[in-house]
């Protein structure tokens, strides 16, 4: 059976509490990113949302990781932390022209993130949407939109989604509506409930599901158990993208470990 790549990772790879835990012992802070990458498949870079950055240093991460490794970027909060989401166009036009395309085939998806207080208005969320960019500089570009307020939880924000081919994520958390309604030609989800007293973030029987769920997600499938607002999307393979992030953070190396494991196991 024909499957989307499944890519598992976490946000960062700079953090003090993975030294000596995830990090060897005296391991070059230098060289993080390279351990990183040699361990996972992707990583979702959160500096972008707080900054932009130079070309050099998209150049410079691309140059640093494996072939077949892919960052995920997300974008910045002045696109996202707005009234009027349909004034962004500016705001979007200066994140994707940074120099994002330095990456090559090491871009992957623009997580575009939402406040928890932002409310759904269809009108102008759809007029956001449109001014997502499909190129940039030649280089084709991939959209995920992750919302967090509950009025979001309706049909029509699918059908706008799905409209735009933006990818809706998914988000495993205690704090923020889940969705798991599959919108764009890939899967994105955000895996923020870990504990840690868990080793592993989350207890071996729910890394299992997740597992399942990955696979499901890869083969086109929605999986029953996750919650969705509208119909199923066409059974199509996708790839997939699953990030252990938030939560007890200094978990989250081992989970993404673990669960890349049982995939390729």
Same mark, same amino acid.
């Given at each position: !059976?024909?499957?989307?790549?499944?890519?598992?990772?976490?946000?960062?790879?700079?953090?003090?509490?993975?030294?000596?835990?995830?990090?060897? /012992?005296?391991?070059?802070?230098?060289?993080?990113?390279?351990?990183?990458?040699? +361990?996972?498949?992707?990583?979702?870079?959160?500096?972008?949302?707080?900054?932009?950055?130079?070309?050099?240093?998209?150049?410079?991460?691309?140059?640093?990781?494996?072939?077949?490794?892919?960052?995920?970027?997300?974008?910045?909060?002045?696109?996202?932390?707005?009234?009027?989401?349909?004034?962004?166009?500016?705001?979007?036009?200066?994140?994707?022209? +940074?120099?994002?395309?330095?990456?090559?085939?090491?871009?992957?998806?623009?997580?575009? +993130?939402? !406040?928890?207080?932002?409310?759904?208005?269809?009108?102008?969320?759809?007029?956001?949407?449109?001014?997502?960019?499909?190129?940039?500089?030649?280089?084709?570009?991939?959209?995920?939109?992750?919302?967090?307020?509950?009025?979001?939880?309706?049909?029509?924000?699918?059908?706008? =989604?799905?409209?735009?081919?933006?990818?809706?994520?998914? =988000?495993?958390?205690?704090?923020?509506?889940?969705? =798991?309604?599959?919108?764009?030609?890939?899967?994105?989800?955000?895996?923020?409930?870990?504990?840690? /007293?868990?080793?592993?973030?989350?207890?071996?029987?729910?890394?299992?599901?997740?597992?399942?769920?990955?696979?499901?997600?890869?083969?086109?499938?929605?999986?029953?158990?996750?919650?969705?607002?509208?119909?199923?999307?066409?059974?199509?393979?996708? /790839?997939?993208?699953?990030?252990?992030?938030?939560?007890?953070?200094?978990?989250?190396?081992?989970?993404? !470990?673990?669960?890349?494991?049982?995939?390729?196991?």
């Amino acid at each position: !059976m024909t499957t989307g790549k499944i890519r598992i990772g976490i946000g960062g790879w700079t953090y003090e509490p993975w030294r000596g835990v995830f990090f060897p /012992e005296k391991w070059p802070i230098k060289r993080e990113l390279e351990y990183a990458a040699a +361990q996972l498949t992707a990583i979702e870079v959160n500096g972008t949302y707080y900054s932009s950055q130079k070309p050099a240093t998209f150049a410079s991460w691309a140059k640093t990781v494996p072939d077949g490794f892919v960052f995920a970027l997300k974008a910045s909060r002045y696109c996202t932390n707005r009234k009027v989401l349909a004034e962004a166009s500016e705001s979007i036009a200066r994140f994707t022209g +940074q120099g994002i395309v330095e990456l090559g085939d090491r871009l992957g998806p623009i997580l575009w +993130q939402f !406040m928890a207080t932002k409310q759904f208005d269809p009108d102008d969320f759809g007029a956001f949407l449109k001014l997502l960019p499909t190129h940039q500089d030649g280089v084709a570009l991939r959209h995920a939109v992750q919302v967090r307020h509950a009025s979001f939880q309706v049909p029509e924000f699918v059908a706008l =989604a799905r409209a735009a081919g933006v990818a809706i994520v998914y =988000a495993d958390s205690a704090d923020y509506p889940a969705i =798991a309604d599959v919108s764009g030609d890939f899967v994105y989800a955000r895996l923020e409930a870990a504990v840690e /007293e868990e080793p592993t973030g989350y207890a071996p029987a729910v890394l299992d599901r997740w597992a399942e769920a990955a696979r499901g997600w890869a083969r086109g499938e929605a999986p029953d158990h996750l919650p969705r607002l509208a119909e199923p999307a066409p059974v199509v393979p996708r /790839e997939t993208f699953v990030f252990f992030i938030n939560g007890a953070k200094v978990r989250a190396p081992a989970g993404a !470990m673990a669960l890349i494991e049982r995939i390729d196991g």
